[in-house]
């Protein structure tokens, strides 16, 4: 089974998070600046397409404000007041870039968008909308939202996640931006200078389609799509989310390749089991748990056996200490 995964606003290439993933997968990029295109036309990334626009909610035409820090170039004007940092940021030049939405890339190329990536300088929301009917097939979306609104007229997190559970989707993991570190973005640090700078600011959002999920499972239908949401959880540090959907699964209904991939994840899934630090240890079905998933690996024959690349990029995430 191939699966898609847009990733909106692609400056810098790929995402670290797909980088080693265990999946057949298709990766659409966008990019609306003409020369961070370029790169990724030169460079590619192990992108299937890679599409010269902007993504946002109505398609068209728009003016991109290119600031003095490229990264926060936007369709959106930045509001200054609102945080320290933005009060030296200048607008260097405003371009017209073509506009998309995710339902009209969609139906040009009949895909589905399986798993969306989203960083798109407070136009989350918009990006999201544009997705329409589509919406309600993808399993994941990692997007980056703001807690306030860093540019005019952009919806905050709250606006964001509260649309997203309206749509069965839940919120499983806040990271930094950047590091991708479990918390919240901020500006506080040894050279801080305002007291706002204390304030949550943005941070890379995990939403699950668990209404999606959850309905696959219950009907036994397309096994694939549901191993494929594992892997993703595993891959984006909440494998522990993925626990209670791997204990609903039954083998028998799983292809022969998806089998080979529930395979290589299995240790992992057992090592989020015992991690001493995580609440769903304390679960009261825990031991029940524990004596499945071991007899899961032993009828698969599966070694119960982590790399220490790997033991250790797991203990870093969740400050396992010794």
């Not at 989203?118 to 309600?136: A, M, N």
């Not at 522990?240 to 022969?256: C, G, I, M, R, W």
């Not at 029940?288 to 250790?312: A, C, G, I, P, Y």
Request: aromatic share 12%; with cysteine.
């Amino acid at each position: 089974m191939m699966f898609n995964v847009f990733d909106c606003g692609a400056r810098g290439g790929k995402h670290r998070s797909w980088k080693s993933v265990d999946l057949e997968y298709d990766y659409y990029m966008f990019e609306p600046e003409g020369e961070e295109f370029k790169q990724l036309e030169i460079h590619g990334d192990g992108a299937n397409k890679i599409i010269n626009a902007a993504v946002s909610d109505k398609e068209g035409q728009q003016k991109l404000n290119i600031y003095s820090d490229e990264s926060l170039s936007s369709l959106l004007e930045i509001d200054k007041s609102q945080a320290y940092r933005f009060r030296n940021i200048t607008l260097v030049e405003q371009i017209d870039v073509n506009v998309t939405t995710i339902s009209n890339i969609c139906d040009t190329f009949n895909i589905v968008p399986h798993f969306m990536s989203i960083d798109v300088q407070g136009l989350s929301f918009e990006v999201l909308k544009g997705t329409g009917k589509y919406l309600c097939q993808s399993l994941a979306i990692r997007v980056e939202a703001e807690f306030f609104p860093f540019y005019k007229q952009e919806k905050t997190i709250f606006e964001l996640g509260s649309w997203l559970n309206c749509e069965g989707f839940e919120l499983v993991r806040l990271e930094t931006c950047g590091p991708g570190h479990f918390g919240v973005s901020s500006d506080m640090n040894h050279y801080s200078v305002d007291s706002d700078d204390a304030k949550p600011m943005w941070s890379d959002c995990i939403f699950l389609n668990v209404r999606h999920i959850e309905e696959l499972i219950k009907k036994r239908s397309k096994p694939d799509f549901v191993l494929a949401a594992l892997v993703f959880m595993v891959h984006n540090h909440c494998g522990y989310q993925a626990l209670k959907y791997l204990f609903l699964l039954e083998v028998s209904y799983l292809s022969d390749a998806s089998k080979s991939i529930l395979s290589s994840s299995l240790p992992l899934f057992y090592y989020y089991l015992n991690l001493p630090r995580i609440d769903y240890n304390k679960h009261q079905n825990y031991n029940s748990e524990l004596f499945h998933l071991e007899s899961m690996m032993k009828d698969m024959k599966v070694e119960n056996k982590l790399s220490e690349t790997t033991l250790e990029k797991i203990n870093s995430i969740y400050l396992i200490t010794s």
